[in-house]
């Protein structure tokens, strides 16, 4: 789910006219290593779901301009995602966690796009970890098969 949030993760415009993504990509990550991602999508009222399986399991992606749970295991992180163009932005917040207390918050503006035949997302992450501010810019790219 990390990585679909990650790709999908920047600023609102309009939730219509999303671009297609729908393929098979091989990624790198530095945690698993190569990996494949197979990518659908359907429209609904108002925008786009964009349907990831990655590793046996399926994320889904919502654009339509609306805040949505990044991920179940942490309900307070969301984010909201439209469409301009050839590009899904998004905006990526929430708490920093743990052991059951807050201990900072994050945010992530990203866009995410087609460059040729790769998938491209860029992202640039703020995090506030007590009184310390991080600040840190990500580029990924997914190649499509």
Not at 116 to 144: H, P, W
Request: with cysteine.
């Amino acid at each position: 789910m990390k990585a679909l949030v990650l790709i999908f993760s920047l600023l609102s415009v309009q939730a219509f006219a999303c671009p297609n993504f729908t393929g098979t990509y091989t990624c790198q990550d530095e945690e698993t290593g190569s990996y494949q991602m197979d990518i659908t999508q359907r429209n609904i009222s108002g925008g786009t779901v964009y349907t990831s399986v990655e590793n046996g399991e399926t994320y889904e992606f919502i654009v339509d301009g609306k805040s949505h749970v990044a991920d179940p295991e942490q309900p307070n992180v969301v984010y909201v995602a439209n469409c301009s163009g050839n590009i899904v932005n998004s905006v990526t917040s929430g708490p920093l966690e743990e052991d059951g207390q807050t201990v900072g918050s994050m945010k992530a503006i990203s866009e995410t796009f087609l460059r040729g035949n790769d998938l491209v997302t860029k992202s640039k992450a703020t995090i506030i970890y007590g009184d310390q501010e991080f600040q840190q810019d990500y580029e990924s790219s997914c190649s499509r098969n």
